[in-house]
T-cell receptor, first 114, second 111 residues
Framework: SQTIHQWPATLVQPVGSPLSLECTVE??????LYWYRQAAGRGLQLLFY??????ISSEVPQNLSASRPQDRQFILSSKKLLLSDSGFYLC?????????????FGPGTRLTVT | QKEVEQNSGPLSVPEGAIASLNCTYSDRGSQSFFWYRQYSGKSPELIMS????GDKEDGRFTAQLNKASQYVSLLIRDSQPSDSATYLC???????????FGQGTTLQVKP
C-alpha cells in the first residue's frame, strides 16, 4: 500500500529565515505530487505540482519554490520566510495515469513564522 | 461565483440523525467529485469519490451527484460524535485537471 510522509510535523521559524519541507511517497512509482497551503480558517491553496522529476509547475507567485530531485520526493523551500507564510502545508499525491484522479494527503507540516 | 461552494456551517445534528452536506460547482465539464473529511489539526482524508449521476453508498456514507444541477452532496447516516469534522468538497477541473476545493462545512454531532 502507498504511504506518504512529511517532515517536520511542526516548525516555528523567524521571519527572514530559510525553509525546507520534505515529502516522500512510498509504494508507488511516478506519482503526481502536489504542495498545498491551508491558512488558518481558510481553504486549500494549491502552490505547486509536479508530474515528474525536475518538472515543477507553480500556481501562485510567492517567495516559495519547489523541487523534485527524485521520483518520490518533493521539497518545498524558501530563502526568506514572511509572516504570511504561516500555515498548514500539505503534500498530496495521485497515481500517474489513474483515471480516478483520487488525491491523497500526507499528515502535513504546521509552520508558524514569528 | 466561486468555483466550488459549500455552506461553512456549523451544521449541528443530534447523534443518530442523518447529516446532509451540500456542494455546488460551476464547471459544467467536471467529471470527478470527491469528499474529504478533515479533523481539527489534521490533514484531509478522502472518504468518497463519485463520477456518475446518482447515488454511491459506502457504509454510513452516501454521495449523490446531479451533473445537470451541478450539485453533489454527502449524506451521513446514524451520525456519531466521531463524525464531527470539517467536510471538504473537491471537483476536478475539466480545463486544468486540478482539484478545486470548497471552503468546507463544519459538522457537529451532539451526543
Amino acid at each position: 500500500s502507498q504511504t506518504i510522509h512529511q517532515w517536520p510535523a511542526t516548525l516555528v521559524q523567524p521571519v527572514g529565515s530559510p525553509l525546507s519541507l520534505e515529502c516522500t511517497v512510498e509504494g508507488t512509482s511516478n506519482p503526481n505530487l502536489y504542495w498545498y497551503r491551508q491558512a488558518a480558517g481558510r481553504g486549500l491553496q494549491l502552490l505547486f505540482y509536479s508530474v515528474g522529476i525536475g518538472q515543477i509547475s507553480s500556481e501562485v507567485p510567492q517567495n516559495l519554490s519547489a523541487s523534485r530531485p527524485q521520483d518520490r520526493q518533493f521539497i518545498l523551500s524558501s530563502k526568506k520566510l514572511l509572516l504570511s507564510d504561516s500555515g498548514f502545508y500539505l503534500c498530496a499525491w495521485t497515481l500517474y495515469g489513474n483515471s480516478a484522479y483520487e488525491q491523497y494527503f500526507g499528515p502535513g507540516t504546521r509552520l508558524t513564522v514569528t | 461565483q466561486k468555483e466550488v461552494e459549500q455552506n461553512s456551517g456549523p451544521l449541528s445534528v443530534p447523534e443518530g440523525a442523518i447529516a446532509s452536506l451540500n456542494c455546488t460547482y460551476s464547471d459544467r465539464g467536471s467529471q470527478s467529485f470527491f469528499w474529504y473529511r478533515q479533523y481539527s489539526g489534521k490533514s484531509p482524508e478522502l472518504i468518497m469519490s463519485i463520477y456518475s449521476n446518482g447515488d454511491k453508498e459506502d457504509g454510513r456514507f452516501t454521495a449523490q451527484l446531479n451533473k445537470a444541477s451541478q450539485y453533489v452532496s454527502l449524506l451521513i447516516r446514524d451520525s456519531q460524535p466521531s463524525d464531527s469534522a470539517t467536510y471538504l468538497c473537491a471537483v476536478r477541473s475539466s480545463n486544468t485537471g486540478k482539484l478545486i476545493f470548497g471552503q468546507g462545512t463544519t459538522l457537529q454531532v451532539k451526543p
